[in-house]
Structure formats: structure tokens, C-alpha cells
């Protein structure tokens, strides 16, 4: 009688052979659903902590922050990313500690006292009398890239006028410059920008001014005035009151060779000088293989109260996000509710 040999035919090791494969196929499929559902959803909370970043900053710092989203690409697997965008201070100056013609005003930098001369009888204790053409000079962009006013800026100063003209200016020349603001011989007060319009961005820049209403500002008394650009509207404010308002939607024009300047024109006492800009910082990358759903560069905005920008946006913000044939949805509605 013959004994049977143990183990398999053939046609056993190929039936089991074939269901590994499928098990394993399984396996292989659900596992990739699986990162690309970890991937997806943790790009989905990096987007809700850029969002929410840019929301707190608007609060502090009067809106000049904000985030921009860029789209990735998909077809390379290169990840989109956020940039929250938020205010830096440039430059302080109250005079106090003013040697030398120099005054520091921040970040280990000093001011050239050009024909200006310092007196008693500031805000605090000194300030800054200009007249007959004195100057306070600042940096150069090319020394001082905080200066860069393009994104965004704030001056504000403490002025007692005796005298029309210019207040400050960042330049390089009569047609060559980012934004100035001058007292008027009617005590009304006059901003001007040279912008990079958003919708014509391969355009020359174009001139847009802001005029307040006659005698928001007294002579020889303290006025507390200022002029800010956020991308979306030139602002000129007196006593912290916005007196005229500009909506100019783009980017400030900016040199190497721009300085800035307080005075050149108008006379009288300057004290409390604060001069903010826009940097780009905190960057937020998505997941790789993870793109946002847009063609190009968008930006959003919320307000000091927190919520979207009505200036920049009419409608709620709705972002998808995408990878390969997923799809999730973060949206921010007017009231600036993360959803």
C-alpha cells in the first residue's frame, strides 16, 4: 500500500498564494486611505491654528495682520503652506535720550537731527522743534528692511504746528516715494501713497491722497496724528479719530534707496514718534501631498473685532483643501467663526 506524502499541490500553493495577495492588496489600499486621511486632517488643523493666529494678531495690532494661503502643487506632491503676516515695530522715537544730533529710535538704530534742534516742553520732557526745512532722518530700506512699508504701515506722531507742510515722508525724491503726510495751510491734513494697484500688479504705480476736512488740527497744540495703509485703504487720523479714508487695494511702493524723514516742510514741535510695519512671519506648512484648491495667492483678513474684513471680503471664505481625490473644507463665516 502507498503512503501519501505530506504538504501541498501545486494548485493549493497557488489558491493561497492568490489570496494573500488580495489580503495584502486590501491591506496596502486601506492603510494609504488611512495616512492620507492623517495627512489631510492634520493640514486641516494647521490651517485652523494659521487662521486663528492671524485673528488674535488683528485684534492687537489693529489689523495690519493677516494670512495668506498659497495653493501648492498637487502634481509634485509640493505641500501648500500659510504665511501669517503681522506688525513689527520700525521705529520709536520721544527725544528724551537724544546726544550728539543723533536720538536712538529702536532696534539699536539712531536718527540724524538734520536742522532740527531739541527744546524743552514735549509730552514728556523734550521733543523735536523743526524749522526752516530741519529734518529728522531715519535708515534707508537698504539698511533697515523693517522699515519696508510695501505690505503695510502706521506712523503716528505727537505735533504742535506753527507751520504748514511736510510731516513725514519715506522716499528718495519728489516723484519717488512710498507715502507722505503734510499739514495743510487750513489746519486739514493730506496723506498720499504711491501704490502698486492689486489688479493691474504689472502696472506703474499710481498716486492716491487721502484729505481730511479743514482744522482738524490746532495750531500750537499738542495733536496727536498719524496716516496707516493696511493693503486695503489709505487712513489719515487725528486726536485717534479717522478723519479721511481712501480705499486702494495693492502694495506701497518701496526702493533700496527710500529714507525715511520727519519734517522737510512743516514747523514746529514733534515728540512720540511710533512707526509700524508689516513682516511676514510664523510660516504653516500643510502635509506633503496636501494643496489648497486655488490658482493663486489668497489673502484673509479679519478686523480689530475679529472678524473677516468687509473691505476685502463680501462673502464667507471657504478653503479646500485637497489630496489626490480627498477632499476637506475649512471655512471662515463673516463673524470670523473657524469652522
Same mark, same amino acid.
Given at each position: 500500500? &502507498?503512503? &501519501?506524502?505530506?504538504?501541498?499541490?501545486?494548485?493549493?500553493?497557488?489558491?493561497?498564494?492568490?489570496?494573500?495577495?488580495?489580503?495584502? @492588496?486590501?491591506?496596502?489600499?486601506?492603510?494609504?486611505?488611512?495616512?492620507?486621511?492623517?495627512?489631510?486632517?492634520?493640514?486641516?488643523?494647521?490651517?485652523?491654528?494659521?487662521?486663528?493666529?492671524?485673528?488674535?494678531l488683528?485684534?492687537?495690532?489693529?489689523?495690519?495682520?493677516?494670512?495668506?494661503?498659497?495653493?501648492?502643487?498637487?502634481?509634485?506632491?509640493?505641500?501648500?503652506?500659510?504665511?501669517?503676516?503681522?506688525?513689527r515695530r520700525?521705529?520709536?522715537?520721544?527725544?528724551?535720550?537724544?546726544d550728539?544730533?543723533?536720538?536712538?529710535?529702536?532696534?539699536?538704530?539712531e536718527?540724524?537731527?538734520?536742522?532740527?534742534?531739541?527744546?524743552?516742553?514735549?509730552?514728556?520732557?523734550?521733543?523735536?522743534?523743526?524749522?526752516?526745512?530741519?529734518?529728522?532722518?531715519?535708515?534707508?530700506?537698504?539698511?533697515? /528692511?523693517?522699515?519696508?512699508?510695501?505690505?503695510?504701515?502706521?506712523?503716528?506722531?505727537?505735533?504742535?504746528?506753527? @507751520?504748514? @507742510?511736510?510731516?513725514?515722508?519715506?522716499?528718495?525724491?519728489?516723484?519717488?516715494?512710498?507715502?507722505?503726510l503734510?499739514l495743510?495751510?487750513?489746519?486739514?491734513?493730506?496723506?498720499?501713497?504711491?501704490?502698486?494697484?492689486?489688479?493691474?500688479?504689472?502696472?506703474?504705480?499710481v498716486?492716491?491722497?487721502?484729505?481730511?476736512?479743514?482744522?482738524?488740527?490746532?495750531?500750537d497744540?499738542?495733536?496727536?496724528?498719524?496716516?496707516? %495703509?493696511?493693503?486695503?485703504?489709505?487712513?489719515?487720523?487725528a486726536?485717534?479719530?479717522?478723519?479721511a479714508?481712501?480705499?486702494?487695494?495693492?502694495?506701497?511702493?518701496?526702493?533700496?534707496? %527710500?529714507?525715511?524723514?520727519?519734517? @522737510?516742510?512743516?514747523?514746529?514741535?514733534?515728540?512720540?514718534?511710533?512707526?509700524?510695519?508689516?513682516?511676514?512671519?510664523? /510660516?504653516?506648512?500643510?502635509?506633503?501631498?496636501?494643496?489648497?484648491?486655488?490658482?493663486?495667492?489668497?489673502?484673509?483678513?479679519?478686523?480689530?473685532?475679529?472678524?473677516?474684513?468687509?473691505?476685502?471680503?463680501?462673502?464667507?471664505?471657504?478653503? &479646500?483643501?485637497?489630496?489626490?481625490?480627498?477632499?476637506?473644507?475649512?471655512?471662515?463665516?463673516?463673524?470670523?467663526?473657524?469652522?
Amino acid at each position: 500500500m &502507498r503512503r &501519501r506524502q505530506s504538504g501541498f499541490t501545486i494548485a493549493e500553493v497557488l489558491v493561497v498564494t492568490t489570496i494573500l495577495a488580495v489580503l495584502l @492588496g486590501f491591506s496596502a489600499n486601506a492603510l494609504s486611505r488611512a495616512g492620507q486621511g492623517a495627512a489631510l486632517g492634520g493640514s486641516v488643523r494647521v490651517t485652523h491654528a494659521a487662521l486663528t493666529r492671524a485673528k488674535q494678531l488683528a485684534r492687537a495690532d489693529r489689523a495690519l495682520s493677516s494670512v495668506v494661503c498659497m495653493p501648492g502643487d498637487p502634481a509634485t506632491g509640493a505641500p501648500g503652506s500659510l504665511q501669517v503676516r503681522l506688525s513689527r515695530r520700525a521705529a520709536t522715537l520721544n527725544f528724551d535720550a537724544a546726544d550728539n544730533g543723533r536720538t536712538p529710535m529702536g532696534d539699536a538704530r539712531e536718527a540724524l537731527l538734520a536742522g532740527a534742534v531739541l527744546v524743552d516742553g514735549g509730552t514728556v520732557r523734550k521733543a523735536a522743534k523743526l524749522a526752516g526745512g530741519g529734518r529728522i532722518l531715519g535708515p534707508a530700506l537698504s539698511s533697515a /528692511p523693517t522699515f519696508d512699508p510695501s505690505a503695510g504701515f502706521i506712523f503716528e506722531a505727537d505735533l504742535m504746528p506753527s @507751520g504748514p @507742510g511736510q510731516i513725514v515722508r519715506l522716499g528718495s525724491g519728489a516723484d519717488a516715494y512710498a507715502f507722505a503726510l503734510l499739514l495743510e495751510q487750513d489746519l486739514s491734513l493730506t496723506a498720499e501713497i504711491m501704490v502698486r494697484l492689486a489688479d493691474r500688479p504689472g502696472d506703474e504705480p499710481v498716486v492716491r491722497r487721502a484729505k481730511t476736512a479743514a482744522g482738524v488740527v490746532e495750531s500750537d497744540a499738542w495733536n496727536r496724528v498719524g496716516v496707516a %495703509y493696511d493693503g486695503v485703504a489709505l487712513v489719515v487720523t487725528a486726536h485717534g479719530v479717522v478723519e479721511a479714508e481712501t480705499l486702494v487695494a495693492g502694495e506701497a511702493s518701496s526702493a533700496p534707496d %527710500y529714507t525715511f524723514m520727519i519734517g @522737510g516742510g512743516v514747523a514746529g514741535l514733534v515728540d512720540g514718534v511710533r512707526y509700524v510695519t508689516v513682516g511676514i512671519g510664523e /510660516p504653516f506648512s500643510l502635509e506633503r501631498g496636501v494643496a489648497f484648491d486655488i490658482k493663486t495667492p489668497l489673502t484673509i483678513r479679519f478686523d480689530e473685532e475679529g472678524r473677516l474684513d468687509r473691505r476685502l471680503h463680501g462673502e464667507p471664505v471657504r478653503l &479646500r483643501l485637497v489630496q489626490e481625490e480627498r477632499i476637506e473644507e475649512v471655512a471662515v463665516d463673516l463673524a470670523g467663526v473657524i469652522r
